[in-house]
């Protein structure tokens, strides 16, 4: 029987560092019932186990379309075990998801990862205390250099195969009490091995659950009066509380740290300039600047690597036209092929592709800008200005995102909370340069003798173009109202793995490709037959064309 294994986790902890680690090349990639969210699927080397990718989420509360999908998953498909990936750095946040998936009941592994990152700060983590305070097996892993994850795989399949759910977590006996009567309230309306989630989850009030189960809160009622009486707050913020009571016991005494620099880490120092109110957006325009000067200018200073690049790949499309020209010639090849050849093919298909190193340069930057951890501080940046608008930060991340493709940006507009944000973004993205606009930014930045600030204009007028559409489409009932809070975890900056960037760089240049040699070659094609056959579909020589003109 094949076995099925989850694997949840917070964004940012390296979840799909590990997916690959464990999958390598044979996964798959389709859609989760109902919504656009990838749903990756991978089977684990050396085992028969399908591995799935959930959503990266911070807990099971259905706040966010990410969480319902991965809630849903967990309770109703019921996966023979879970991986639960944490980031070792910071054990408290990603730990109240991992004490949320021990209430579902379900055989789990914690994977520690990024063991590598507290070893290099000097820290040391009691695993085995943790294990014996949770209740389930807990792997130090690193995932970026796939250390222990043989051990990973072993731990999981056993876990998986022998069924060892974890035990409960017992929590404050006030808590307990409520989440006892919910239980009883629940008795046979829900599977045995899910009913201390769905108690957790009716105590502090969860929309969905009380949908599902009318009227068993209110059968609970006095007990959760008790329970918010006894806390002075609301039941939600007290199951909160205490899980995060419970974490914060286990993660201190497990954790020896190292003495810290009292000016904080190099992440924080260069936060205090890059994310500055006044020098923050300056520094941003300058970095912006400095990469379409390295990719697109050409001029008195200098020829940038990807001008030149460019100038050098069309010089050889225009020689391989030519030469297929003189083969046509010399070998009797009829007009209407050669001219399909050279002036279809070739010219169409070669004039956009002549634009991929200047794409790829590109690219390169943004990629290497985002696997340091520059462009995560640029959305909280962006959000000092946004909110003037009524846009959220959390906008910037799509608007980034479509900066290489302008669906995947629109995508990525489902993670705002926001339904009015989340509809507008969508509708803006598109303003933004992406690779298909590129080659005519390129070209009009060749006309104006390489001026690599028209590049940074559209750039920044993209920008401009968001705001004010935004500020258009507020004014309309259905999509007013205030922007979403703006939260965002910050990743410390760390140096680019040179696998990540090159795979980056070659799946959008490789996009690119594709749509040279389907879309654009479709459409040279079209256009030559158009240009030289007239309507009874007579062919048109070069001296009729001229006539014409």
């Not at 080397?45 to 969480?67: H, N």
């Amino acid at each position: 029987m094949t076995l099925t294994i989850a694997l949840a986790g917070n964004p940012n902890c390296g979840k799909t560092t590990l997916f690959n680690a464990l999958t390598g090349s044979s996964q798959r990639v389709g859609n989760w019932p109902g919504v656009t969210i990838d749903r990756k699927i991978g089977r684990i080397k050396g085992t028969d186990a399908e591995l799935v990718d959930l959503p990266g989420i911070y807990s099971l509360s259905p706040y966010s379309p990410e969480e319902i999908v991965s809630r849903d998953f967990i309770v109703h498909e019921r996966p023979d075990a879970i991986i639960n990936i944490v980031d070792a750095t910071n054990l408290e946040r990603n730990m109240y998801l991992t004490m949320q998936i021990i209430d579902m009941g379900i055989p789990m592994v914690l994977a520690m990862n990024m063991m590598d990152e507290v070893e290099k700060q000097g820290d040391h983590i009691d695993v085995n205390f943790i294990s014996e305070s949770i209740g389930i097996p807990v792997i130090p892993i690193s995932a970026a250099k796939k250390e222990n994850i043989d051990k990973l795989v072993k731990t999981i399949v056993d876990v998986a195969e022998k069924r060892k759910c974890p035990p409960d977590i017992v929590y404050d006996e006030s808590v307990e009490r409520a989440v006892k009567a919910a239980e009883e309230a629940l008795e046979g309306k829900v599977p045995e091995e899910n009913v201390r989630f769905y108690a957790f989850k009716l105590v502090d009030g969860d929309p969905l659950v009380n949908e599902e189960f009318p009227g068993a809160r209110d059968s609970i009622k006095e007990e959760i009066e008790t329970l918010e009486r006894e806390h002075d707050d609301s039941a939600d913020s007290i199951i909160a509380d205490c899980r995060y009571t419970r974490i914060v016991e286990i993660v201190h005494k497990a954790i020896t740290k190292a003495p810290r620099d009292e000016r904080g880490t190099l992440s924080d120092r260069v936060d205090r300039i890059v994310t500055h109110k006044i020098v923050g957006i300056p520094i941003f325009i300058v970095i912006i600047a400095i990469v379409y000067f390295v990719a697109l200018y050409d001029g008195p200073l200098m020829t940038s690597p990807g001008a030149w690049a460019t100038g050098a790949l069309n010089d050889w499309f225009d020689t391989c036209r030519e030469d297929i020209a003189d083969w046509c010639l010399n070998n009797d090849v009829s007009e209407i092929t050669t001219g399909i050849l050279t002036d279809g093919i070739m010219a169409g298909v070669g004039a956009v592709l002549g634009f991929l190193p200047q794409i790829a340069i590109m690219f390169t930057c943004l990629i290497i800008l985002e696997e340091v951890g520059y462009m995560a501080r640029v959305a909280f940046i962006m959000d000092r200005i946004f909110r003037y608008f009524n846009l959220s930060g959390k906008s910037f991340i799509p608007l980034l995102v479509g900066t290489g493709c302008g669906v995947p940006g629109v995508m990525s507009s489902r993670t705002i909370e926001s339904e009015s944000d989340r509809r507008i973004t969508a509708m803006t993205v598109t303003f933004m340069p992406c690779s298909a606009k590129l080659p005519i930014i390129s070209a009009i930045a060749g006309a104006m003798a390489g001026n690599m600030w028209v590049a940074v204009y559209a750039y920044f007028m993209g920008i401009v173009l968001v705001i004010l559409s935004g500020i258009v489409l507020k004014k309309f009932q259905k999509l007013s109202g205030n922007p979403a809070p703006f939260i965002m975890e910050l990743p410390p900056y760390h140096v680019p793995k040179l696998y990540g960037v090159l795979k980056g760089i070659a799946d959008r240049c490789w996009s690119f490709v594709k749509k040279a040699f389907t879309i654009v070659l479709l459409a040279s094609v079209i256009v030559w037959f158009l240009c030289h056959f007239d309507f009874a579909l007579n062919y048109l020589d070069s001296d009729e064309l001229m006539e014409c003109a």
